[in-house]
């Protein structure tokens, strides 16, 4: 069963505009899910978790149990912000990737 | 600290052969997981060692397998390749007593396996 859904591989948006990178999961315990980002030619690394309920880089990720999503936000984009951005679950005893969305920053 | 390190960077094999991959974790941390990559796609969780031990493991089958060394590093071992098991395969590394083994992974640059 897909657990982690993200529905566009590919985004572009221009500097200073807001992003926004969509995930869905389907779990039906409490799970925690974190967002992986990974920039050119560097190693997958972490971005934010949401039981942290930190801000990183200027990034913001809501957990809604309701719409069972974990979209990840920032109100302005920037060209270092261009990478490739995962989402991901734990169940605990598993982690499941999405597919990724590939983020593109236009200056 | 180099971080997570894994051997060798590149890999081809010809279908049916075994393939080892090494991984060391990052200094200070306990627990190693694999997870395999395919192109255009996220990672997939292989399975987790902590303490010498598989913990979990994910829908893969039992050609792969592993071992975590007493120093932490670790190895997944694939026997009787196939095509499709071409792929990146990811190591990374986390600390169970620093918020558990999911709490924050610092991966490897990976080994890109190529099955001929």
């Known amino acids: 069963a897909q657990r982690v859904t993200q529905p566009e591989k590919l985004l572009s948006v221009f500097k200073g505009a807001p992003v926004e990178l969509k995930c869905n999961y389907s779990y039906s315990g409490s799970p925690e899910l974190f967002w992986y980002v990974q920039y050119s030619r560097q190693r997958l690394q972490l971005l934010l978790r949401h039981i942290s309920r930190e801000s990183i880089k200027g990034f913001t990720a809501d957990l809604n149990k309701g719409e069972t999503s974990f979209h990840l936000k920032k109100p302005f984009a920037q060209e270092e912000d261009s990478a490739m951005y995962y989402c991901a679950l734990t169940s605990g005893n598993q982690f499941y990737f999405g597919t990724g969305t590939s983020l593109t920053v236009i200056p | 600290d180099a971080g997570v390190t894994q051997s060798p960077t590149h890999l081809i094999k010809t279908r049916g052969q075994q393939v080892t991959l090494r991984c060391s974790p990052k200094s200070g941390h306990d627990t190693v997981s694999w997870y395999q990559q395919a192109l255009g796609q996220g990672p997939q969780f292989i399975f987790q060692y902590y303490e010498e031990e598989e913990r979990q493991r994910g829908n893969f089958p039992d050609r792969f397998s592993g071992h975590q060394f007493p120093n932490y590093s670790s190895e997944l071992n694939v026997n009787a390749l196939l095509l499709g098991d071409s792929a990146l395969y990811l190591c990374?590394?986390?600390?169970?007593?620093?918020?558990?083994?999911?709490?924050?992974?610092?991966f490897g640059p990976g080994t890109r396996l190529t099955v001929l």
């Open positions: 990374a590394s986390s600390s169970l007593l620093a918020g558990g083994p999911w709490n924050e992974q610092f």
